[in-house]
């Protein structure tokens, strides 16, 4: 992969908007912190995790307004290029707010997705398209915002094949099946069950392979076999609760170097359980860069199990 980047494609990008609170004053209003702002969704998280293992990347997709000029301005603090597409909507918010305890309950608020018009999403095909000259492989994340069709990403997957840029996705619901029969290289998908052969299904629909979270197990299928893979835990009644965009992040080495599945799973869920991809709160509503903990990594090695799912 040297010389070559990794690019990430976020459609639906973010702005997280986090602020600590203090105690109610007289006059009923409550005082927050000034906001610690965080550019969010799943392909800029798999973006910074590749970032911090060394690979070359480049965030794309599309963003507008304030909220995308923040976007891009925190990706660049975190040494993270980027080629967004302009749009003329405002990218979407989401507001965090937590008390003076960083270990009380949390309130959350999401704005909706900006409409895409036709000519916005010409715009970006055209740029998308450019993007694939030279590209070590793409990673397509996350929801569409409104106005998009249902089969966009079956496009983008379409375009990369034809350029012979590996793809790898991350999507579901009606994305995902438009999208599965146009041969990604690897689909990452998340299931309500835990029950074995979503992933094998994806595989007989057109991926190459495919690997599907279910709560803290995660089952992965290609032409060689299938996987069960999960992180041992001593403690049953608080399992660890793996971070999506770290887990999609962890898989792409392996797909391209073509690592052992077992491998792949072992790395991915051990960056995915370890806290890759988290933004930590701190009191001053600030929020740290994300980063991966080496330490816990190293360890949660040893504690992955990767074993063939029951017959």
């Known amino acids: 992969?040297?010389?070559?980047?990794?690019?990430?494609?976020?459609?639906?990008?973010?702005?997280?908007?986090?602020?600590?609170?203090?105690?109610?004053?007289?006059?009923?209003?409550?005082?927050?912190?000034?906001?610690?702002?965080?550019?969010?969704?799943?392909?800029?998280?798999?973006?910074?995790?590749?970032?911090?293992?060394?690979?070359?990347?480049?965030?794309?997709?599309?963003?507008?307004?304030?909220?995308?000029?923040?976007?891009?301005?925190?990706?660049?603090?975190?040494?993270?290029?980027?080629?967004?597409?302009?749009?003329?909507?405002?990218?979407?918010?989401?507001?965090?707010?937590?008390?003076?305890?960083?270990?009380?309950?949390?309130?959350?608020?999401?704005?909706?997705?900006?409409?895409?018009?036709?000519?916005?999403?010409?715009?970006?095909?055209?740029?998308?398209?450019?993007?694939?000259?030279?590209?070590?492989?793409?990673?397509?994340?996350?929801?569409?915002?409104?106005?998009?069709?249902?089969?966009?990403?079956?496009?983008?997957?379409t375009y990369a094949v034809e350029a012979g840029v590996p793809v790898i996705l991350d999507a579901g619901g009606e994305e995902l099946k438009h999208a599965v029969s146009h041969g990604p290289d690897l689909v990452v998908a998340e299931s309500g069950s835990t029950e074995p052969g979503f992933a094998a299904a994806l595989v007989r629909l057109g991926a190459g392979a495919a690997a599907v979270a279910a709560g803290g197990l995660v089952r992965a299928a290609s032409a060689a076999g299938e996987w069960t893979a999960h992180v041992a835990n001593p403690d049953p009644a608080s399992p660890p609760d793996p971070d999506r965009g770290a887990l999609v992040a962890g898989l792409v080495p392996g797909q391209l170097l073509g690592w052992s599945w077992p491998d792949r799973l072992r790395h991915a869920l051990a960056l995915a359980a370890g806290g890759a991809g988290a933004w930590t709160r701190t009191p001053g509503g600030q929020g740290d860069r994300e980063h991966v903990d080496l330490a816990a990594y190293e360890r949660l090695l040893d504690a992955v199990r990767v074993e063939p799912p029951a017959r």
């Open 1 to 157: 992969m040297s010389g070559e980047v990794i690019v990430t494609v976020t459609l639906n990008a973010a702005l997280q908007v986090a602020y600590i609170a203090g105690d109610q004053a007289a006059e009923g209003v409550i005082p927050v912190s000034r906001p610690g702002y965080r550019a969010g969704g799943r392909g800029v998280t798999v973006a910074r995790v590749l970032r911090a293992f060394g690979h070359d990347v480049l965030a794309a997709g599309l963003a507008g307004g304030v909220s995308g000029e923040l976007i891009r301005a925190d990706l660049a603090k975190s040494g993270v290029p980027t080629a967004f597409t302009l749009i003329r909507g405002e990218s979407r918010r989401f507001f965090r707010f937590a008390g003076p305890d960083l270990d009380g309950p949390v309130l959350r608020f999401g704005e909706p997705a900006p409409y895409i018009t036709t000519e916005e999403l010409g715009r970006f095909a055209a740029d998308y398209r450019r993007l694939m000259t030279g590209a070590a492989a793409v990673v397509l994340c996350g929801s569409l915002p409104d106005g998009l069709p249902a089969d966009t990403y079956g496009s983008l997957v």
